[in-house]
């Protein structure tokens, strides 16, 4: 099974909004970093986050971490339609060598 | 710097067939990633190499294997191809601390179609 499970599952909102996604894991991780990937591409890195670490900011990305909860959200402010995407979370396997993806949310922002 | 580029982008085959995939990471990049993406399983991890070696597999038959060659090119096979293989194939390349962190740049995939 996966390592990561993201939630919403799809998420449609207007653009300007706010959009946040939620991700959940199953055991200890080092980091956990996610990714975005527009329609039938390859996945882009967006950000990492330590397990030392409770909140990182890039840009509009905001990426928090709750290790006693096993889970971390990632929030775009002021959302554009080219935010359109998914996103996913990954944590690296503890056998190491290996990074496990979540299901995704799909994320759609209308103009 | 060029990123990962994955040939071919698409492709057709029909049941029973063998398919061929070839992966060029970033240079620099010793360890190549590879992952199976359909819409019902999601991402599914295939194999890593680092070079040449193979250092985890995930949970594939022996259908589907993998190489990688002293430049850090990597290609990945799969034999009596199957309609459930029908996916989005990714590769990405990571540098040695990316392959310790999780950090991974990927291609823009090779999309089998299986008839």
């Known amino acids: 099974s996966q390592q990561g499970e993201e939630d919403p599952q799809a998420l449609s909102i207007q653009e300007g909004e706010n959009a946040t996604m939620n991700c959940s894991y199953k055991?200890?991780?080092?980091?956990l970093q996610w990714y975005r990937q527009n329609s039938g591409r390859g996945l882009v890195h967006l950000i990492l986050i330590r397990s030392n670490e409770r909140e990182k900011h890039s840009g509009r990305l905001r990426v928090t971490l709750d290790t006693s909860k096993k889970s971390s959200s990632l929030l775009i402010t002021a959302s554009r339609a080219a935010d359109t995407a998914s996103y996913f979370c990954a944590t690296l396997d503890t056998g190491g060598f290996k990074t496990i993806f979540g299901a995704g949310t799909r994320l759609f922002v209308k103009a | 710097k060029a990123g990962v580029t994955q040939t071919p982008r698409y492709l057709i085959k029909t049941r029973g067939q063998q398919v061929t995939l070839s992966c060029s990471p970033i240079s620099g990049h010793r360890s190549v990633s590879w992952y199976q993406q359909t819409p019902g399983q999601g991402l599914q991890f295939l194999f890593e190499?680092?070079?040449?070696?193979?250092?985890n597999k995930g949970n594939f038959p022996g259908r589907f294997s993998g190489r990688q060659f002293s430049n850090s090119r990597s290609e990945m096979n799969v034999s009596t191809l199957e309609l459930g293989d029908s996916a989005l194939y990714l590769c990405?390349?990571?540098?040695?601390?990316?392959?310790?962190?999780?950090?991974?740049?990927f291609g823009e995939g090779s999309r089998l179609t299986v008839l």
């Open positions: 990405a390349s990571s540098s040695e601390r990316g392959a310790v962190t999780g950090e991974l740049f």
């Open positions: 190499y680092f070079s040449e070696t193979q250092r």
């Open positions: 055991t200890s991780i080092n980091n």
